[in-house]
């Protein structure tokens, strides 16, 4: 319906209750005469533009992310890059473009309105590795960006690494290893293990002068299994 503020007053207020259109009367009275005259008002709603997503920091890796409008409708529309759809609002984060984006939401017709907001891109950055064979206690450090199958440039961390290498003489055992790449909502990281075996004793005994052309050398042997070897002119039996 129809509130006047003053219906005797012909510059009243009106509050209308739903969008519609109204017909409203107004009427001149004086001494023995009387007139009318008739006017129509269309009452449009205003849409809200207002609209949110989920997350406005999404990775090309994202699944799908779709618009929370205040009011359903309208246009949405953006800068060159972002894979968006015009009528829904949903957002491609795999078919975009790294970068920031700022997004509008906007209707049109007699009571036009708009809103926006940004969202960032950030690109899918791969941390794939692969752990190498079991190594021993007094091998060479080993240069772990050789062990890198995804993307380069990212951090390593765990037991017995020293910036990009690890060293196994300060690793025997079980080493536990990340590397993490990326940034912003695109941090992301791979663990593997890396198994540093002990380095065995080897130890031949005491040097020994002998008269005999033979003679049985006794070694120490601790672990694991040895061998001897010696020149050419010298036979060994076991």
Do not use: K
């Amino acid at each position: 319906g129809v509130v006047f503020n003053d219906p005797s007053s012909p510059t009243t207020g009106i509050a209308l209750s739903t969008p519609g259109v109204y017909e409203l009367t107004w009427t001149v009275q004086h001494p023995g005469c009387i007139a009318t005259d008739m006017i129509h008002i269309t009452y449009h709603d205003t849409p809200n533009p207002t609209f949110s997503y989920p997350s406005t920091a999404l990775c090309q890796d994202h699944q799908v992310v779709n618009a929370i409008p205040m009011t359903v409708g309208g246009t949405y529309s953006t800068s060159s890059g972002l894979a968006l759809s015009t009528q829904s609002g949903a957002i491609t984060p795999a078919s975009s473009v790294p970068g920031t984006y700022v997004i509008h939401h906007s209707f049109g017709g007699p009571c036009p309105a708009e809103a926006q907001t940004t969202v960032v891109i950030d690109r899918f950055m791969n941390p794939s590795w692969t752990p190498p064979a079991s190594m021993c206690e007094n091998g060479q450090a080993l240069e772990l960006s050789e062990l890198i199958t995804g993307d380069h440039g990212g951090t390593w961390s765990g037991s017995g690494v020293a910036d990009q290498l690890f060293d196994p003489q300060v690793a025997v055992g079980e080493n536990t290893l990340t590397y993490q790449i990326g940034t912003g909502a695109c941090i992301r990281s791979m663990t593997g293990t890396i198994i540093v075996l002990p380095t065995p004793v080897a130890n031949a005994g005491p040097d020994t002068a002998i008269c005999d052309l033979s003679h049985t050398q006794v070694a120490v042997l601790t672990d694991g299994q040895g061998i001897w070897s010696a020149p050419i002119a010298l036979t060994l039996s076991d």
